[in-house]
């Protein structure tokens, strides 16, 4: 039983020294100060398992067998040593231990210790064999069955170093993960060109590898791509202004009955001209970045020009900070900005006023111009800055849009080292929000 046998062995010898003193009526009072003093309860069984005193206590069946004491008077110890030879001749013998049990009992859930005990009470106060019984609702018994102080100490030991040997472990694994993490989302936007820390020799180190061989091909297959379209429309240009060209000499030459259809073709050879030119400013403007050097600009007067250039005839309404300058790519922020103000203009202008708003908030310039008109389609939101889409709900072929502009804007914006995003207003309108860098 440990150390919870070595007490109840104690509070045995304890009470015996006490209780051989006193006249068994004095017994309950010595019961009720241990009682108070070690917080359980105590009681005395006879050696038939009934009770003699102490707290009253109902007795499990699964208890009842431990208390009823089988010792005969000759195995119980003398209460005066007894030198020589017994009356059988034997020589003298020491006193048995005295037997001690702890169980558990279910119904209620008990824990109940106790020991057997010889005293003088009763009629004649002549020794009897008596059971002293501790009785506890925890299993510690507050300490008296079970300290549970040490072995919390040792358990808080032993989390305390495993947390020093394995917190630098899963600091490393949680940083490697996470660093992956952040790389594949900006792969995801396009930023091809990170890379995941590989040095690790586990399977972490392996993923990261594969991370940075797949961002690698992909920009390699991205600037393939860019290169090809870059070529074609360049390859492009020439032939559309020679068709141009010849076009407008059979325009001169041509009979009234052809003029029609002479207008039809220059329509649409100047849609293919647009077309290939917002093609190739769309190939360029990841390239601003190793191309452009970011300068000074005073904003309302850069802004005032680009309106002037892009939406002449629209009603536009400037909020921006008195004497704002701003340092960044020029030509990247002049075309997104044209192309924002190029659209709005195109399909809203006749809704209401166009809002060109700039706030600094957070380290940042916010650039936001909003309209007034049909909007889009909720679901194109998050498409809207995709190559050559189109919200057909709100814009088509036949309006002058290529699908580019926005793509555009995107690409310019992020070569300035921002991002853009766009909403939709209420009761009606588009918001398109450019954020740049705040330097």
């Given at each position: 039983?440990?150390?919870?046998?070595?007490?109840?062995?104690?509070?045995?010898?304890?009470?015996?020294?006490?209780?051989?003193?006193?006249?068994?009526?004095?017994?309950?009072?010595v019961?009720?100060?241990?009682?108070?003093?070690?917080g359980?309860?105590?009681?005395?069984?006879?050696?038939?398992?009934?009770?003699?005193?102490?707290?009253?206590?109902?007795?499990?069946?699964?208890?009842?067998p431990?208390?009823?004491?089988?010792?005969?008077?000759?195995?119980?110890?003398?209460?005066?040593?007894?030198?020589?030879?017994?009356?059988?001749?034997?020589?003298?013998?020491?006193?048995?231990?005295?037997?001690?049990?702890?169980?558990?009992?279910?119904?209620?859930?008990?824990?109940?210790?106790?020991?057997?005990?010889?005293?003088?009470?009763g009629?004649?106060?002549?020794?009897?064999?008596l059971?002293?019984?501790?009785?506890?609702?925890s299993?510690?018994?507050?300490?008296?069955?079970?300290?549970?102080?040490?072995?919390?100490?040792?358990?808080?030991?032993?989390?305390?170093?495993?947390?020093?040997?394995?917190?630098?472990?899963?600091?490393?694994?949680?940083?490697?993960?996470?660093?992956?993490?952040?790389?594949?989302?900006?792969?995801?936007?396009?930023g091809?060109?990170?890379?995941?820390?590989?040095?690790?020799?586990?399977?972490?180190?392996?993923?990261?590898?594969?991370?940075?061989?797949?961002?690698?091909?992909?920009?390699?297959?991205?600037?393939?791509?860019?290169?090809?379209?870059?070529?074609?429309?360049?390859?492009?240009?020439?032939?559309?202004?020679?068709?141009?060209?010849?076009?407008?000499?059979?325009?001169?030459?041509?009979?009234?009955?052809?003029?029609?259809y002479?207008?039809?073709?220059?329509?649409?050879?100047?849609?293919?001209?647009?077309?290939?030119?917002?093609?190739?400013?769309?190939?360029?403007?990841?390239?601003?970045?190793?191309?452009?050097?970011?300068?000074?600009?005073?904003?309302?007067?850069?802004?005032?020009?680009?309106?002037?250039?892009?939406?002449?005839?629209?009603?536009?309404?400037?909020?921006?900070?008195?004497?704002?300058?701003?340092?960044?790519?020029?030509?990247?922020?002049?075309?997104?900005?044209?192309?924002?103000?190029?659209?709005?203009?195109?399909?809203?202008?006749?809704?209401?006023?166009?809002?060109?708003?700039?706030?600094?908030?957070?380290?940042?310039?916010?650039?936001?111009?909003?309209?007034?008109?049909?909007?889009?389609?909720?679901?194109?939101?998050?498409?809207?800055?995709?190559?050559?889409?189109?919200?057909?709900?709100?814009?088509?072929?036949?309006?002058?849009?290529?699908?580019?502009?926005l793509?555009?804007?995107?690409?310019?914006?992020?070569?300035?080292?921002?991002?853009?995003?766009?909403?939709?207003?209420?009761?009606?309108?588009?918001?398109?929000?450019?954020?740049?860098?705040?330097?």
């Amino acid at each position: 039983a440990g150390a919870g046998g070595d007490r109840i062995e104690q509070l045995g010898e304890t009470l015996t020294n006490e209780l051989r003193s006193l006249p068994d009526t004095e017994w309950v009072a010595v019961l009720d100060r241990h009682e108070t003093q070690l917080g359980l309860t105590l009681a005395l069984f006879g050696s038939d398992g009934t009770q003699k005193l102490g707290t009253p206590l109902d007795v499990p069946p699964e208890a009842l067998p431990k208390l009823i004491d089988k010792r005969n008077a000759d195995d119980m110890p003398s209460s005066k040593p007894n030198p020589g030879r017994n009356r059988d001749n034997r020589p003298p013998r020491d006193a048995p231990p005295k037997p001690r049990f702890m169980l558990r009992t279910a119904n209620p859930t008990n824990y109940w210790a106790g020991i057997h005990l010889t005293l003088a009470y009763g009629e004649g106060a002549a020794r009897r064999p008596l059971t002293l019984v501790v009785v506890s609702d925890s299993v510690t018994g507050r300490g008296f069955f079970f300290d549970a102080w040490p072995w919390a100490g040792l358990v808080a030991g032993g989390l305390v170093i495993s947390a020093l040997i394995w917190l630098p472990v899963v600091g490393g694994i949680t940083r490697a993960i996470r660093r992956t993490n952040e790389a594949s989302k900006r792969i995801a936007a396009g930023g091809f060109d990170v890379r995941v820390p590989d040095q690790r020799n586990d399977e972490l180190g392996e993923l990261a590898t594969s991370v940075n061989t797949m961002a690698a091909q992909l920009g390699d297959y991205v600037a393939q791509q860019r290169r090809i379209t870059a070529d074609v429309a360049h390859e492009l240009c020439s032939p559309i202004a020679r068709m141009q060209m010849a076009l407008g000499v059979v325009e001169q030459r041509g009979t009234p009955d052809q003029a029609a259809y002479l207008k039809k073709l220059d329509s649409e050879l100047q849609h293919m001209a647009k077309l290939v030119e917002e093609v190739l400013a769309f190939s360029k403007a990841d390239t601003l970045p190793e191309r452009e050097v970011a300068t000074d600009i005073e904003f309302t007067p850069f802004a005032k020009g680009i309106i002037a250039r892009e939406a002449p005839d629209a009603d536009i309404v400037m909020d921006v900070p008195e004497g704002l300058q701003m340092h960044t790519l020029k030509e990247a922020l002049d075309r997104a900005i044209g192309n924002v103000l190029r659209n709005a203009a195109r399909y809203a202008s006749s809704a209401g006023p166009i809002h060109l708003q700039v706030s600094l908030h957070d380290k940042e310039t916010i650039i936001s111009i909003t309209d007034q008109g049909p909007g889009v389609p909720p679901d194109a939101l998050p498409r809207l800055f995709e190559p050559f889409f189109r919200p057909e709900a709100a814009r088509a072929r036949h309006t002058g849009g290529s699908g580019l502009g926005l793509a555009i804007v995107k690409r310019c914006i992020a070569a300035c080292g921002g991002t853009v995003s766009a909403r939709l207003l209420q009761p009606q309108g588009l918001e398109i929000e450019m954020r740049l860098p705040l330097t």
